[in-house]
């Protein structure tokens, strides 16, 4: 069964920095999209990042490009989102969760929630003064 953890969240304030993990269990990480997600109270869930399998591309929302960084360690079977320079308007809950294609898992990352599967139970991040 496949199992994503999230852990990083907390309260920061606006222009510091934290470091999300998404450990992985039942898939391994390197050879299937991972995308970070966030949710804010009233919105709809969007993709902040993603990292694709082989070849290795990383993408990411217009509002975050520059600040976070998404990466993957093989080792501890984790993807990361490295987030800094934090706005209030970062606070959500944070989830990573895997591309899926059908009823298997896929390489290439996609830019809708819809096309992701076995979701983490999300970390809150909260960015204020």
């Known amino acids: 069964q496949v199992q994503f953890v999230e852990s990083g969240g907390g309260s920061f304030q606006p222009g510091g920095s934290l470091r999300l993990s998404c450990a992985s269990s039942g898939i391994h990480v390197d050879y299937y999209a991972i995308g970070w997600f966030r949710q804010a109270p009233g919105k709809e869930r969007e993709r902040v990042a993603c990292i694709s399998s082989v070849p290795v591309n990383t993408y990411y929302t217009d509002s975050v490009k520059g600040r976070f960084t998404i990466s993957r360690d093989s080792a501890k079977n984790t993807v990361y989102l490295q987030m800094n320079s934090l706005k209030p308007e970062d606070t959500a809950v944070y989830y990573c969760?895997?591309?899926?294609?059908?009823?298997?898992?896929?390489?290439?990352?996609?830019?809708?929630?819809?096309?992701?599967?076995?979701w983490g139970q999300g970390t809150q991040v909260t960015v204020s003064s």
């Open positions: 969760a895997a591309r899926v294609w059908g009823a298997a898992y896929a390489s290439a990352c996609a830019s809708e929630a819809s096309d992701f599967g076995s």
